[in-house]
């Protein structure tokens, strides 16, 4: 069943049928990425509002088809302040962290019900020779999608962002 929008166009789910695969990339469109000591309410809120009420949005488009059908995947990804949070990434640390308290929960809710729930988040640069290069941005999302297997893929090395994140504290 189509979802419709409130002037009554069916919208691109109208046009397209069933989504069996939604992939919600939550990161990098705040305007300005905000050191932690320097995050306002202001900054922090445009973070969110760029990475969480879109995927919220979609999740709830795309949801009940999939779960009327018993089958689809929800994928996103994130930066690796999701999961480790970096001090000059402030606010869009909390964002990425919330993205992936949305996810998560939902893998554990949505479980048994056919429907696989996946998280990356990414640790390097996307970029031709990276760790996280589109070739394996484009692995781990098909990897999570099925394989089903797991949850969360995180690209890159930790221990490399930990490393630079040392050297830049010593720095400072």
């Known amino acids: 069943m189509p979802v419709e929008r409130a002037d009554g166009d069916a919208g691109a789910l109208g046009r397209i049928g069933p ?5 919600h990339n939550g990161g ?7 050191p932690v000591m320097d995050v306002t309410r202001h ?3 445009d973070a969110f509002d760029s990475a969480v009420p879109a995927a919220v949005t979609a999740v709830r488009a795309v949801l009940p ?11 996103f990804a994130s930066g690796i302040s ?5 001090p000059f990434l402030g606010n869009i640390g909390l964002a990425a962290a919330a993205l992936r308290n949305y996810a998560l929960p939902l893998a554990e809710v949505l479980r048994g019900r056919g429907v696989h729930v996946g998280h990356v988040p990414i640790s390097a ?14 692995e781990a999302h098909w990897s999570l999608h099925t394989g089903r297997d797991r949850h ?3 690209l890159g090395d930790l221990a490399v962002v930990q490393a630079a994140i040392a050297a830049h504290t010593v720095e400072a």
């Open 65 to 75: 088809g999939m779960l009327e059908r018993g089958s689809g995947t929800l994928l």
């Open 43 to 45: 900054n922090a809120q």
């Open 28 to 34: 990098g469109t705040a305007r300005a990425h905000t």
């Open 125 to 138: 640069a996307v970029a031709p020779g990276s760790p996280a290069s589109p070739e394996a941005v484009a």
């Open 82 to 86: 999701a999961v480790h949070p970096l």
């Open 19 to 23: 989504v069996d695969v939604l992939v």
């Open 152 to 154: 969360e893929v995180i």
